[in-house]
């Protein structure tokens, strides 16, 4: 899902979690590929009733921090401001590989400033970096 660098991408999350296609291999798994993953890693930014809500109703687990600003107000709103979600730090850590990805495509300067003008060409632009590093 390609969109303009003005938009925020938790405002995206469920279409690109509804464009989600795994292919399974077909002599281990034979069937239809896999639309839900089975947990969601991501960052603070994430961290929203929206997405989380999102994902339980899809039976999907997460494992994003939360914001102090949604600490203070659970803990502010005292017995009803509920448990505090579920997060595991050691799943967490499996984040950094995503995230080294992106430093690697950020070393290309039409990447990191976005110089071409349409969506074609900057996903151009991504392939082939993808394949430079991938090589």
Known sequence: ???GGNVND?????????????????RI???RPWRRPARVIADKGYSSRAIRAYLRRRGIAATIPERRDQQ???LRRGPSGGRPPAFDPHIYRRRNVVERCFAHLKQYRAIATRYDKTGQ???GMIDLATLLIWL
């Open 1 to 3: 899902m390609l969109t």
């Open 10 to 26: 938790c405002t995206m999350f469920e279409q690109v979690m509804s464009g989600i296609c795994i292919p399974r291999h077909p």
């Open 29 to 31: 798994h034979p069937g």
């Open 72 to 74: 203070a107000g659970r």
């Open 121 to 123: 060409s900057y996903q």
